[in-house]
């Protein structure tokens, strides 16, 4: 098992939600982070939260543009773990009323962004380390209508990891996928109904609760430390995959 202490970590969507949550881990584990996102403010704020000194810094990149990427992960250097946890709503259309400029940029987002980081982190991430993708219920629990585009994008990055495990052996390559969890990415979905549509769902759960980024946190670790884990899916969604 690899400690994370002193090591360092890049977190792609680290100035919210999950990766704040995956970065506050990191930190309380002693290691050093690195959180990327658009947003300079979020990430100001994200440093703040994390009160951490020089054993935090940031990033301000967007992960779909490939001068970014490429920028950033030279401006890091020599690291050991990337995880990535970024995103956007995802489209909601039902098939037939389908919104292509939508579709692409969610692709784009999601997926095309995963190849990107994947491509240039290559270049810097040790041997050994690992890199850490993030998917969803979505694939295991589509919503029905409009739940195609966002399944098949969160399929996929199983296997994603899969192939890229045996590519860059002994790079490890897995996928955490989450179930709901407690993100302002629900702000913007649901906005002022959140609270009611939060109380409906936890009772249905295996896990009687809807998770907060610090509940999910530790899959992110384990996959970082766990040596001898590699093109894996781990679920941490509190039995939602079962309902």
């Known amino acids: 098992m690899a400690m994370l202490k002193d090591g360092k970590v890049v977190i792609v969507g680290g100035s ?9 881990a990191v930190v309380a584990a002693d290691a050093h982070v690195v959180i ?5 403010a979020k990430l100001e704020l994200a440093q703040r939260t994390l009160d951490a000194g020089s054993r935090v810094s940031a ?17 890091v250097g020599s690291f050991d773990h990337l995880v990535s946890t970024a995103g956007t709503p995802p489209p909601g259309y039902p098939i037939g ?19 990107l980081l994947a491509k240039h982190a290559v270049r810097t991430l040790k041997v050994g380390g690992s890199m850490t993708f993030t998917s969803g ?9 409009g739940g195609a585009v966002v399944s ?24 955490v996928s989450p179930g709901w969890v407690d993100t302002p990415m629900w702000d913007e979905l649901v906005g002022e109904a959140k609270s009611a549509f939060f109380a409906e769902m936890a009772p249905r ?15 992110y670790i384990h996959l970082m430390e766990s040596e001898f884990t590699t093109g894996e899916t781990i679920r941490i969604d509190g039995g939602h995959n079962l309902i």
Not at 208 to 214: D, S
């Open 205 to 219: 759960l295996p896990a009687r609760k809807i998770a907060t980024p610090a509940d999910v946190a530790p899959a």
């Open 97 to 115: 009323d389908t919104d292509m400029e939508v579709v692409r940029g969610f692709v784009d987002n999601k997926l095309v962004g995963a190849v």
């Open 137 to 145: 219920i979505n694939k295991d629990r589509p919503p029905v209508p």
């Open 152 to 175: 098949a994008v969160a399929g996929s990055f199983s296997y994603f990891a899969r192939a890229l495990a045996l590519e860059l052996a002994p790079m490890r390559v897995n996928i």
């Open 36 to 40: 990327v996102g658009r947003s300079a």
């Open 16 to 24: 919210s939600g999950i990766g704040l949550g995956v970065a506050q």
């Open 59 to 75: 990033i301000a990149a967007d992960m779909t543009n490939e001068q970014d990427v490429a920028r950033t992960l030279s401006d």
